[in-house]
């Protein structure tokens, strides 16, 4: 099972919006409407942003949005804050396995 | 509260057999369609999901390393136990452990990870 394929790197000002792809296939990604985003900050454990696609966990900020076109998977950070200078892994369900993870994408607030 | 923390040896050399535990409090391991999972992360690399156990024993591993993994858990004692036999330097890795909720295929609690290193 290949990672998910993310952009290295994601930049932004401060109030702007991004937007993070994840491109899979359709054994992962195009199949199943499981798509989660992952933020981290360095040293620190992973925590849950985005779950099934476009569903947030409680305490998690509107500002962070999730979608799906195909195989393609989307986080859009709106009103990028200093604070959301981490790094963004998506997963997904996999037929092969229960998880696959994205290849990470680090985000830079300028 | 979900709190999940991960055990084991620092310093591993290659060749050897790799044991880690994943001990947790604030949910059951017998609930129903609830698991615990085990991802890694070299440094400075992306997270890599290794296995997961379900209440029920159902077990899923990496199809990339599933000939050398072995999960199991210990209800009673509220511990999933990581195995990883023939270990290399390119096993040297944060190693995290995860509570699979009962309604969804997400690791919505993580341990605090324990870095291994590999090397003789």
Not at chain 1, 20 to 47: E, H, M, R
Not at chain 2, 65 to 93: C, E, F, G, H, Y
Request: net charge neutral; glycine share 10%.
């Amino acid at each position: 099972q290949s990672a998910l394929t993310q952009p290295a790197s994601v930049s932004g000002s401060p109030g702007q919006s991004i937007t993070i792809s994840c491109t899979g296939t359709s054994d992962d990604v195009g199949g199943y409407a499981l798509v989660s985003w992952y933020q981290q900050f360095p040293g620190k454990a992973p925590n849950l942003l985005i779950y099934e696609v476009n569903k947030r966990p409680s305490g998690v900020s509107p500002r962070f949005s999730g979608s799906k076109s195909g195989s393609t998977a989307s986080l859009t950070i709106s009103g990028l804050q200093a604070e959301d200078e981490a790094d963004y892994y998506c997963c997904s369900f996999a037929v092969t396995s229960a998880f696959v993870f994205g290849t990470g994408t680090t985000v830079t607030v300028l | 509260q979900i709190t999940l923390k991960e055990s084991g040896p620092t310093l591993v050399r290659p060749t050897q057999t790799l044991t880690l535990t994943c001990s947790f409090s604030g949910f059951s391991l017998s609930t129903n369609e609830v698991g615990v999972g085990w991802i890694r992360q070299p440094p400075g690399k992306a997270l890599e999901w290794l296995a997961l156990i379900y209440w029920d024993g159902d077990k899923r591993l990496s199809p990339s390393l599933k000939t050398r993994l072995t999960i199991a858990k210990d209800t009673s004692r509220n511990q999933v136990v990581l195995t990883m036999t023939n270990v290399d330097p390119a096993d040297t890795a944060t190693y995290y452990c995860g509570h699979r909720p009962h309604d969804h295929l997400v690791f919505d609690s993580w341990g605090q990870g324990i870095l291994v290193t590999v090397s003789s």
